[in-house]
């Protein structure tokens, strides 16, 4: 008899951007996105970092002060990541992420085709960052759906 107590498509996925998030090396917040086709294929991954070739000792992760002296204008979020490291077209893909997306990364969510959002949390839900993204998000069809957090673990 098979096992019963695996685990489903939604905790396998999220599992996987729960992970990609592990490899962020921001000290405040880190995000994991995954991108699956309608074949539950991964065909992206990604987690928020500053750009290929910059170097992370000499860039600021501070999230107050001068604008400059932040992280916010260097940071590439997980969600466009995955799009930018994804080798195949993402129409009709679900995005798998950790965080929700910002109202940019929900531009590009909308644009790249992919139709549906599974998260975790919202916790800038009163932002008006987050406003624009789910009011864009619905008026462009896009599904959104929250799922619970899932705990990345090795080993049996």
Known sequence: MKRSDYI???EYFMGVAALSALRSKDPATQVGA???NAKKRIVGIGYNGFPIGLDDDKYPWEKDGDF???KYPYVVHAEPNAILNSTVDLDGATLYV???PCHECAKLIIQSGIREIVYVENKYQEKASVQAS???LEDAGVTIRQT???RVTVGS
């Open 98 to 100: 950790t965080l929700f």
């Open 8 to 10: 489903s498509w939604d």
């Open 34 to 36: 995954c991108i699956v």
């Open 134 to 136: 789910m009011r864009m």
């Open 68 to 70: 400059l002296n932040t």
């Open 148 to 150: 619970p957090r899932v």
